[in-house]
């Protein structure tokens, strides 16, 4: 592709707008330019790039037997309202109504129109196992669209669903795509690491996120140190061997501590470290009100809160509740003389001895609180946070912090949405059952962000070879000097024609101006055709490394061969 007529805008200030690399970068690279809030055309070399990853993406999901499908972009509000996901979803999906009044979303994903279509195609057990995908534009009305492509309202997906007639055959599917991913991943560059993940308004229960690690990354990624365990924060179990102090329980007793309210002011106030004090939280489970309580110390886990009571819904009570239930002010409230309030607590709580609590009074707490002997706990479960040094949960090393950008997920959806919707099948007793279904989604645009955060330096992008735009970026540094212009077009054609993809920078720009874009758009490889042009000579530089080397003309094809094979490796 000859530079001088390809629309690559290229800019040289970082945009104010935009916040991390991946983002500044491709607005920089003439790859990308913003429309509306999270909503992007993507240029050429994007569009290049988008269809190196969705092609990769293809060949591993063909080789699983999985089959390519389109499904509509528009779909009707009666089939999420099957599902309930059209009040679940909120404000995330992006709702419109047609001339004769009827309700559509722009889909955010794909699990009612899917399961419609094989409630209507599949009838007996001898038609499963199924697994369809496509690759598609997705749509989700981000609250607060940032980052780009990380984080937008507009985003290219590849979403997958798998039909079984049994859970054993679900479980097979589970691991081939968990497999398939992982080939993905590696395939385009990404270091990553599948996590153990919460499967939100999607549904189902056993999930993995696939982590694009990055110090950008929206996700804390807790893992073991010695060991391959690695889970999201919000799911990874605590399994801490807590030991209870063997002082003598003190006398209970009521305490002025003014306007102190945080367990911080509270800690102070009362010379303690914040281990002795028992935070309290009235959230309500569903309709039910729960006081939650932790140490002081820990911080409550809402998902975990929402699968161990198995609940549809939770939320932390407003102020004025917390008055009308309690009859205190949020941090002045506590468990002891509380009555008709379920109580919950962490493990971590079970152990405190001579403890601290609200009083359930103004300006008052309690000293010398003891579990069993001034209130009762009727559930103790794990509700915290996981935290750096925290014993792995597999038994295995210390729990160690990371962040990361979720690229895929994939998902054990059982029958939520097939019994939900009526899909099912006739076993081979003749006997009507609901299809059991897997869910498989990779965000392709964010893979290439993702890409761009681990791939790239201070001077631009640094892509590797198997989803760069180009493999070569050749370069005439003197457009008016026939001889590099003559062995620039030779080595254009010589080039292209032994399959290697090349852009030629033929622009009549200053040497310096075609140095920077070349670094900034980022190939593997960087060719420039300059003053030895008439000894047959060119420099070839190796973006990754920032290696110098001049070849001969001769030797150019097998030397860049080697170097691609090499830096694909």
Known sequence: MRQQYFLVPTMRDVPADADVASHQLMLRA??????????????????RVLHKVETIVREEMDRTGAQELTMPTLHPAELWQETGRWDVMGGELIRLTDRHNRHFALGPTHEEVITSLLRDSINSYKKLPLNLYQIQTKFRDERRPRFGLLRGREFIMKDAYSFHATQESLDEEYQTMYKAYSNVFARVGLTFRPVIADSGAIGGKDTHE??????????????????????????????????????????????????????????????????????????????????????????????????????????????????????ATIGNIGPIGVKDVKIVADHAVEVIVNGICGANATNSHFIGVNVGRDFDVEQYLDLRFIQEGDPSPDGNGTIRFAQGIEVGQVFKL?????????????????????????????????????????????????????????????????????????????????????????????????????????????LPIRVAVGKKANEGIVEMKIRKTG????????????????????LSQ
Not at 299 to 304: A, G, S
Not at 552 to 559: F, K
Request: charged fraction near 25%; hydrophobic fraction near 40%.
């Open 547 to 566: 290696e110098m080397i001049e070849v001969h003309v001769d030797e150019l094809l097998q030397t860049l061969t080697e170097q691609l094979e090499r």
């Open 414 to 522: 059982g029958t939520v949405y097939s019994e939900k919707m009526g899909a099912t099948f006739l076993d081979e007793n003749g006997k009507s059952q609901p299809m059991i279904m897997g869910c498989y989604g990779i965000g392709v645009s964010r893979t290439v962000a993702a890409v761009i955060e681990q791939h790239h330096d201070e001077d631009g992008i640094q892509w590797p070879p198997s989803v760069a735009p180009f493999h070569i970026h050749l370069l005439a540094l003197n457009m008016k000097n026939e001889e590099q212009v003559s062995l620039s077009e030779s080595l254009y054609e010589q080039l292209q024609k032994a399959g290697l993809e090349v852009l030629y920078d033929d622009r009549p720009e200053r040497a310096g101006v075609k140095f920077k874009d070349a670094d900034l758009i980022g």
């Open 210 to 327: 696939f982590m694009a690690l990055a110090e950008v990354g929206e996700d804390t990624i807790a893992y073991s140190d010695s060991s391959d365990y690695a889970a999201n924060i919000e799911m990874a179990a605590v399994k801490v061997n807590y030991v209870k102090s063997d002082e003598a329980p003190l006398t209970l007793q009521k305490v002025d501590t003014g306007e102190a309210k945080t367990i911080e002011e509270v800690a102070s106030k009362l010379n303690v470290t914040a281990d002795k004090i028992i935070k309290s939280l009235l959230v309500q489970v569903d309709n039910e009100w729960v006081l939650v309580l932790l140490r002081g110390d820990h911080e409550l886990n809402d998902i975990k809160l929402k699968h161990e009571l198995n609940a549809s819904s939770i939320r932390f009570a407003t102020a004025d509740e917390v008055e009308q239930v309690l009859g």
């Open 30 to 47: 003439g790859m990308i330019r913003q429309v509306a809030a999270g909503v992007y055309t993507y240029l050429p070399l994007a569009k």
